[in-house]
């Protein structure tokens, strides 16, 4: 099963994202808008060990990755589409 994810103007849909994380306390607890998946806070990365984390604010992608060190070192794959798609 391919796994896709579309993104337009504020609303994201996606097939195959189980949950977004936000920093923010006040966004957790709720969901993204128009998709309904659920914002965890970030220790829901460690939790399940996901293959693949998308990092949105891709100005923010050294910070993420720096604080999930632990899942890059168990395989976990890092991906911005800002300004170009990598995979690290």
């Given at each position: ?14 097939f ?23 914002i ?47 995979i690290?």
């Amino acid at each position: 099963m391919s796994k896709r994810i579309i993104c337009t103007r504020n609303t994201i849909t996606v097939f195959g994202v189980r949950y977004a994380t936000a920093a923010a306390p006040a966004k957790q607890g709720k969901y993204l808008p128009g998709s309904h998946i659920p914002i965890l806070p970030p220790s829901a990365l460690a939790e399940s060990a996901p293959n693949y984390v998308l990092i949105l604010p891709w100005n923010s992608a050294a910070e993420v990755k720096q604080q999930n060190a632990v899942l890059a070192a168990q395989g976990t794959k890092f991906v911005t589409a800002v300004p170009q798609l990598e995979i690290t």
